[in-house]
C-alpha cells in the first residue's frame, strides 16, 4: 500500500496536465501512487496520461464521469491528494507531509500549506491560515491530505451539481475528529485569469449549503462548531448574492435557509446579514449598487474620462449594435484583412458546403478586394456594411483579433482560429522581452480583445498549454487540427502538378522553399546568407523558391539567379499551402511554417545561424536546436554542405523529423474545417465529429514527381 493517492483530475485538454504530473513524479519521496482521473479515455489528455503510464509504474489512469469520486475508488494510498491540471507540487511537498504525519499521528485530514500562483506568472500569494478554523469549509479541497480510510468509513462523496467543494468540505467538516496543519508550502494553485459560473449555477450553491446544514441538524455539534460551520457557509451566500448573477429567487431561498437554521444565540453582524435574515433583496441590491458607485468614483478621473471618448464605437456600428442579431450570419478575416487565406477561408469553404444555410461574409482591405475569389460575399473594413455585419453576426472567425471597437454581444460566438503553432513566446509570455514587448504596446488592451472570445484552435498539445499560458482568459480549446492544413492530405497529386507548372519550376527540379521568418531586432540579412551563392552551390538540379521580399536586394548575382531559373520569387503568392505542395523540401529559420510544412512528411532543413540572438530577444517556448524538424545548420557553409552531400534527406533527417512530426502534428488529420464547422455552427457534440485519424494512419499529399523520380523514400 503506497503511503499516498495523488488524484488529479483533468477535463479534455492536456493543457498544463504535463507540469501537474511532472511536479509529482520529481519528487524525492517516492512512495505514491499517482492517479489522473480523465472524462473521455479518447481524449488528448487521457493520451497524455497513457504516455506517462508507459513510462511509470506509479501512474495509474481512472475514468469516469465523477473525476474525483472515480480516482478515489481507484486510489489505494493511505492518505489521498485531490488536485487537478491547474495544480503543481512544490519540491520536497511530499516528504513534508510524511514527516508531518509521522508527529501528528493518522489524524483525519492534514491541512496543507499553498499558494496562488497568479496567471501572469508573478509573486505568489501564500494563504496563511493557522488562525483559522481547521474544519472551516472555505479551505480549499486541494490543500489537504485525506486519511483513506476516513473518507470510506463515513462514506464520504462528492455530492452532485456546482459548487460541489463547497458540500463535500461540509460533509468532510462534520465527520472529523481529529486535525493537524502543516503551514510548509505544499501545493500551488495557478490561477486562470478568468472563470466563473455559467447563468443560473448560483442557484446549486444553495443546494449544497442546505445539504450541508440538513446533515448538521441530524448531528448533536457543540454550539460553537455550528455556528462557525453556519456562518462559513453563509459568508460564501453573501459573497455570491453580490454578484449580478443570482436574483431575487435566490436571495429568498436564502433568507429562508438562513432562518430555519440559524442558531440559537446567532448574533446578526453588519448590515448585507441582517438585510439577508430580513429578506429584504431590494435593499440589499440597492446597498451593492451604492457600494459600486463608490467605488468608480473614487478611481474617475478625467483622464479616464478621455480614454472612454476616445474609445466609442463608431456611430453606425452603434446604431447597428441596437437590432437584433442575425442568426444565421458569419463573420470572417485573417491578417487584418489581407485577402481570402489561413484558417477562416478554409472554415469558410466548408462552411459553404455543410452548413449553407449559414450566410458567409469575409472582411477584406480595399485594396486586397480585387483578390478575393469569385463568389466569396465580402465586405471592406470600415465601411458601413462592415460595422453593420459586425454587429449582427452571430459567428465570428479570426486569425488575428478584431479591432478594440468591436463589442462581444450576448448570445454571439467568436472563434479564434490563430496562425500557427507557437515557438516564439506570444500574447502575455512576451512581458519579459522588453524589445518584443514595447512592439505589442497595451497588454490589457490585448486581453480585453482575449476576452472576446469563446474557442481557440490547436493543431498540438503544445499550442494548447501554449494558448492558455500566452491568452489567459475563459474560453474553450478546440483541439482539432489547423483547418489550413487539411490540404496536406486532400490535395489531388495533379492539383501539385499544376502548382508546380503555374509557379515556372522546370521540370525535374528539386523545389527548395526557402521562408524565413520577421525578426524583432536589426539585422543585416544579406552579410548573413547570400542568396546568390546558395544558388549558385546547389547548382542545376535544385531550383529555390524565395518566401520573403527583404532578400531581393537589387545585386547582380540576385538578378541573375533570377534570370537563369535557380530563384522563383513565390512571395506574393496568397495561398502558402500552395506553396509548399509545390516543394519538395523546406529551409527555414524560426518560422511556425515548420509545424505545417511537417504534415506533408517532407525534408525540413533549420538555418539557425543567430539562434542565441533570437532566443533571448524573442523568448521561445522550446529549444528548436534540441528538438528540430530535421537536419540544422549554423553557417551558411553548413546549409551548403547539407545539400551537396544529400545529408538534407538522410535517414538521420527523417527521424528527426518523425518525432517532430508526433509532437506538433497531433491533430492535422485533413478534417479540422469538418470538426470546427459541425461544432460551432451546427451545433454537433463531441461524440458526433469526424475521430481524430492516428499519425500512422494518415496520407499526406505525396512528394511532386519529377519526371518519374520522386523525393527520396525517407
Known sequence: MPRFSIIVTVQGVAGRLPAMLDSALTQSFADFELIPACEDPHSPAAAVVAEYAERDSRVVPATGSALRDAGLRTATGTYVLLLDEHHSLAPRALAAIDDRLRETGEVDVLRLGHEHVPWWGGAPATERFEDRDPTDVRLPVWAIAYRRTFLADHQLAFPDGPFTDLGWSGLVALATEETAVLPTVCVRHHERRQGGRAPGEQAGLLDQVELVLDAAADRDLPEERRRGLFDQLFAVVLDTAATPGPGRAFFRRAARLHRRHRPAGHRVRGPRWRLLALGAYTAFRALQSLNRLAVRARSYTRGAARRWHRGRPHNP?????????????AVYAAYWGRG??????????KALELAPHIRSVFLVREKDLAHMPDGVESAVIGSRRYWEVMARAKYTF??????????????TVHVQTHHGTPLKRMGVDQVGYRAVAAATGNFGRLLRR?????YSLSANAHSTEAWSGAYPSGFEHLEYGYPRNDRYYTARPDEVTAIRERLGIPEGRVALLYAPTYRDYPRDVSAQFDLARFCAALGEEFVVLLRAHYFLDGSSDLQQAFTDGRLIDVTSLRDTEDVCLASDALITDYSSIMFDYANLDRPIVTYADDWDVYRDTRGVYFDLLAEPPGQVARTQDELIRLFTTGAWADGASARLRSR???????FDDGRAAERVVRRVLLGQGEDELPPLIPLPARVPVPAPDRTGTRTPAL
Not at 399 to 410: D, H
Not at 660 to 666: L, P
Request: some cysteine; proline content about 6%; glycine content about 2%.
Open 398 to 411: 479570426n486569425n488575428v483579433n478584431f479591432e478594440t471597437a468591436v463589442r462581444k454581444r450576448p448570445g
Open 340 to 349: 481570402y487565406t489561413c484558417n477562416p477561408a478554409a472554415i469558410h469553404r
Open 660 to 666: 517532430f512530426r508526433e509532437r506538433f502534428c497531433q
Open 317 to 329: 456600428y452603434a446604431r447597428y449594435l441596437r437590432k437584433p442579431l442575425d442568426e444565421n450570419l
Open 450 to 454: 482575449v476576452d472576446r472570445w469563446d
